[in-house]
């Protein structure tokens, strides 16, 4: 069976990747680094819990080294806090989650994955390719992404290893919630998404279900929209 960790496995498009991975078949470990939030996941055949903080690069040794046989890293541990991340300190930090906590994982899974000729799915976003005025930190850290994801690309594939992004966009998450509940801000999203409603995460799952699959064997270096046409409009 083929294993898969995913950080950031346990909430939103994370446990949405998680379980569409553990439906496919793979034997997969969602990762997270609040020990309440492994706690409540519920189980599923298929699907194990793993406490990891990609910020702390102990605790990342300690994980990756205990591994074996991994075909597939998801890079889906991500912060968003808005109107706080012009606070400098608080700016680092996102960035410390969502651009530099993936590429510890990246390095950490390499060995692993260049011997298993594995892939990798980074968590980009929308804001990868426009900027959110309330997120300066999560808009830098996702262009950031982007082009990591890119740059591994054409690094790692002499060692088998491809390297691709998803993009989502309005999905139906906890970090959605407050706009989801507005109903202004909820008209002005759907107006501008061709297909007039919120993605669900296991829509994204199945988008990186492809990226890790054989059928996707000569796709690296790409970053992958999932937002119901919204970056079209």
């Known amino acids: 069976m083929k294993q898969a960790l995913v950080t950031g496995g346990t909430r939103g498009i994370g446990a949405g990747v998680a379980r569409s991975l553990a439906d496919a078949g793979w034997s997969v470990i969602a990762a997270s680094a609040s020990q309440s939030e ?3 996941f519920e189980p599923q055949d298929g699907l ?8 702390d690069q102990t605790s990342i040794n300690d994980v990756f080294g205990e591994l074996t046989g991994l075909k597939a890293l998801v890079n889906c541990a991500g912060i968003l806090l808005r109107g706080e991340e012009y606070d400098i300190d608080v700016f680092a930090k996102v960035l410390d989650v969502n651009l530099t906590g993936t590429m510890r994982c990246c390095l950490a899974a390499h060995p692993l994955l260049a011997e298993a000729s594995g892939a990798i799915v980074n968590t ?11 997120v300066p930190a999560y808009s830098a850290s996702k262009g950031g992404v982007a082009q990591l994801t890119k740059a591994l690309a054409g690094r790692w594939a002499e060692d088998g290893i ?3 992004a998803i993009a989502p966009g309005w999905i139906e998450t906890e970090m959605t919630q407050g706009l989801r509940e507005d109903p202004e801000r909820t008209a002005g999203i759907l107006a501008r998404t061709p297909m007039k409603r919120w993605g669900k995460p296991e829509e994204v799952g199945a988008l990186v279900q492809w990226l890790l699959s054989e059928n996707a064997s000569f796709v690296t270096g790409s970053i992958y929209p999932v937002d119901g046409g919204y970056l079209a409009m």
């Open 162 to 164: 491809r390297v691709n």
């Open 48 to 55: 194990k819990v793993q406490l990891l903080d990609v910020t």
């Open 124 to 134: 980009a976003s929308m804001l990868s390719t426009f900027g959110g005025p309330l």
């Open 38 to 40: 492994l706690d409540a």
